[in-house]
């Protein structure tokens, strides 16, 4: 008996394929050749796991935009509520200054007043004394006028004694502290004045950051407003974007001799039921090789912005390869520890997601990049991985924060699906 092989043509989708090879033959071969009649049951329907419907990639891009915007525009209020604040600090000590300035000014003038009166006082006193002497005392004239006109007029300092002896020394002590208290009323005025010229800097200087923190948040504020601008279009147009449908899968049976199936670039099927189903088959190969769930999860969270968790897609400039997108020329086939070299040595399908993530694991086993295995695979907190296996491993030009919202919601929207699962068995060359 003839029994006819499925082939399905290459440019048929790899759900395509599996339909066509999955069919049940309407009468097995063993009641054919006992001629047999056998009647036909209906078949089971299998639907494969719906994968939830969420945001685009570009929503979450645009969402990440607007929260780094948002974030942006709390850190600039902050810098213009801590410039205000010094701003406000730096008129309150010029108004102190300007206070000090006019008590001090004050000072030096009632001092200035005091230490002439002084010296008046002592003219007067000198000259009194002169008058009611006996005949014409030259020392006391001469002490006169050193009182009055300075001491250009004494020939010499111990002269003043003479002032000190015919003049109660009380006065002239008093007249000596008038104007040493002017002379400190003067510094006391000038230091003010130096203080006060301080605070118009600091106040300038305050004013011109309080200025520029003003405009800082301006122009967050405008940003902001442009990516929820962008954000809203985007929302609009996903909304209106019609969701295709997903095909039921048929259940899998065993292969018959001579059907073979698609393997390599190509063949891709139904994206939400492959992405769900690679996804399914990454995670029960890390959770076999001992990874807890959570580390799992930070895995899936990096291949599914790097590749759509797609063993079999290609970078468009040739260059990125596979669920992780290992480089052409370097990881993913030249050199012993490349990925079709370890596909090669362990007679494994290099495109099969689950070769591909045994891989991964060998590469962190064997230190790529400083990867630590044993530390990753303990990890119980899904961000932490997401952000250590980016780092670590994948090395994205992606920035902290854009690692943190996209691919850590990834990783844990992927947590959320398949925490619990039971593993999947591991693939077998030759099998689909």
């Known amino acids: 008996m003839n029994i006819t092989t499925c082939r399905p043509a290459r440019r048929f989708t790899l759900f395509a394929a599996a339909t066509l090879c999955a069919l049940p033959l309407a009468v097995s071969p063993v009641h054919a050749l006992a001629g047999e009649k056998q009647d036909p049951k209906p078949t089971p329907t299998v ?161 011109v950051a309080a200025q520029t923190a003003a405009e800082q948040v301006a122009n967050a504020q405008t940003a902001l407003e442009a990516a929820e601008t962008v954000f809203e279009a985007v929302a609009e147009r996903a909304a209106q974007t019609p969701i295709i449908p997903t095909t039921p899968a048929t259940p899998a049976t065993p292969l018959l001799p001579g059907v073979s199936c698609p393997t390599g670039p190509g063949g891709q099927g139904d994206a939400s039921a492959d992405t769900y189903a690679n ?39 040739g260059v990125g390869h596979g669920l992780a997108q290992w480089s052409a020329g370097g990881r993913w086939d030249t050199g012993d520890a490349s990925l079709l070299s370890y596909a090669e040595k362990n007679n494994l399908d290099p495109w099969s997601a689950d070769t591909q993530t045994r891989f991964m694991i060998w590469e962190m086993e064997n230190g790529w990049g400083g990867f630590d295995l044993n530390y990753y695979r303990s990890l119980t907190n899904t961000l932490v991985a997401t952000r250590y296996f980016h780092d670590m491993f994948e090395r994205s030009a992606d920035s902290p924060s854009f690692v943190d919202s996209v691919r850590g919601g990834y990783a844990d929207d992927w947590f959320n699906r398949l925490h619990g699962s039971k593993p999947l068995p591991p693939t077998t060359p030759g099998s689909c």
Do not use: C, H
Request: net charge negative.
């Open 47 to 207: 639907t494969e796991p719906a994968v939830p419907t969420g945001p685009t990639l570009e929503e979450v891009q645009a969402q990440a935009t607007v929260d780094a915007a948002s974030a942006e525009l709390a850190n600039a209020n902050t810098l213009l509520a801590a410039a205000q604040a010094r701003l406000q600090s730096a008129l309150a000590t010029v108004e102190l200054s300007e206070q000090q300035v006019r008590q001090a000014t004050r000072k030096e003038v009632q001092a200035n007043k005091r230490a002439t009166a002084a010296r008046l006082a002592l003219k007067l006193f000198a000259r009194s004394q002169y008058m009611q002497s006996t005949g014409v005392d030259p020392e006391l004239s001469t002490a006169a006028g050193f009182i009055a006109n300075g001491p250009e007029n004494v020939s010499g300092l111990a002269r003043q004694q003479i002032v000190v002896d015919r003049i109660s020394f009380n006065s002239v002590q008093d007249a000596a502290k008038a104007v040493e208290d002017a002379l400190v009323a003067a510094n006391e005025t000038t230091a003010a004045m130096s203080a006060y010229t301080t605070s118009l800097e600091a106040r300038d200087a305050a004013a």
């Open 279 to 317: 996804a399914q088959q990454v995670w029960s190969t890390l959770i076999q090789a001992g990874f807890t769930e959570q580390a799992a999860a930070g895995v899936l969270g990096n291949l599914q912005q790097e590749s759509n968790i797609n063993p079999k897609i290609v970078q468009s400039n």
